[in-house]
């Protein structure tokens, strides 16, 4: 993906004034973290291919990391500013030094899963005590989703072997014909399901096990940049509203996207990506983080999962919710005439 934008002067909308007039060699640079060939990351390579960070006047830096545990390593070192993660860094993130949740990228619930020989699924189910071992990307979402199905299933997590592998290593021993039962998340579900014949046997959704993906910034630049985090959240939402209104086109970007990641995926992979993984508006992701009758969803949601955190010894305790979900970034969009015109026009 390119590191910044180079684009001219947006002339003729509706958000005018929030172009910077002497063009994009004057935006302000915004360092944006992600993980590469995820779908949450789309909105970044669509708001890039569309020219609308300039549009806003930020020019962002884009820092990619393999997985969300050196993502996080690398805030606390302040080498990016705001950016997606999943809920466990976000989690990590705000325990060890402050990290702040400031949206949602998606839920993942769906495509966080156990996943087995198709033609084993009946049977697993009739008997889960075969699940003696398990492949899988320990202290991840995944981890969070396979240790709920179990607990559905009524395995004892303390009975089974949690074999700690990479997701890349995970889709090697169960093509390889290790690994009979695998913990992944997409697009590695659909990775199992084209070349090792595998299939769902429980998904985080099955087992009541929400997994919401995390917008986040670094507290100390959130505090001293806050135009900038409301400006980011703006054009990640802004690129939704458009995938939203344009699937066909936004599938085929995603396979360019995954392409330039090094995952080659599929046209029924990309379609599942689509139909399994809902992403949200700027008016749901204000009613998902109210907290006008109490606790929000949002809280209720990462507290759930900050429970798992610390029941395997992650963190030593879990954080409270107030203190890092702050939905005053996404209020502040929504407030903003400029911002939200911005977010809906397509």
Not at 3 to 24: D, E, P, R, W
Not at 40 to 62: I, R, S
Not at 77 to 94: E, F, R, Y
Request: net charge negative; glycine share 10%.
């Amino acid at each position: 993906m390119r590191s910044g934008i180079h684009a001219g002067l947006a002339l003729g909308t509706a958000i005018g004034a929030l172009v910077l007039a002497a063009g994009a060699s004057s935006a302000e640079t915004i360092r944006v973290s992600y993980q590469p060939s995820l779908y949450w990351a789309l909105p970044f390579h669509v708001a890039t291919e569309k020219g609308w960070w300039a549009e806003v006047g930020l020019e962002p830096e884009f820092v990619t990391f393999p997985a969300g545990a050196p993502q996080i390593a690398a805030a606390q070192a302040k080498d990016w500013d705001v950016g997606g993660t999943g809920s466990v860094p976000a989690i990590l993130g705000a325990a060890r030094f402050g990290l702040k949740t400031i949206g949602l990228t998606n839920d993942e619930s769906r495509t966080n899963a156990i996943m087995t020989a198709a033609a084993d699924i009946e049977a697993v189910k009739a008997d889960p005590s075969q699940i003696t071992g398990l492949v899988v990307t320990t202290n991840s979402t995944a981890d969070y989703a396979a240790r709920a199905c179990l607990a559905q299933m009524g395995v004892d997590a303390g009975q089974v072997e949690f074999i700690n592998l990479a997701q890349a290593q995970i889709i090697s021993a169960a093509i390889s014909g290790n690994g009979r039962f695998a913990g992944v998340w997409a697009p590695n579900t659909y990775t199992l399901q084209e070349r090792a014949g595998y299939d769902y046997l429980c998904s985080g959704a099955d087992a009541g096990a929400i997994v919401p993906g995390a917008l986040v910034a670094r507290e100390d630049y959130a505090a001293d940049n806050p135009e900038a985090v409301q400006k980011f959240l703006a054009v990640y939402l802004k690129a939704i509203t458009w995938i939203k209104a344009n699937p066909d086109e936004a599938k085929e970007m995603l396979v360019a996207f995954y392409s330039e990641g090094g995952v080659e995926i599929s046209d029924a992979g990309a379609s599942a990506e689509f139909a399994l993984r809902p992403t949200f508006t700027l008016e749901e992701q204000l009613a998902l983080m109210a907290r006008d009758a109490g606790a929000s969803k949002v809280d209720t949601w990462l507290t759930d999962i900050a429970g798992f955190m610390t029941s395997v010894g992650t963190i030593p305790a879990a954080p409270d919710a107030a203190s890092y979900i702050d939905g005053s970034f996404m209020q502040a969009v929504g407030d903003s005439a400029e911002l939200s015109a911005f977010v809906a026009a397509n």
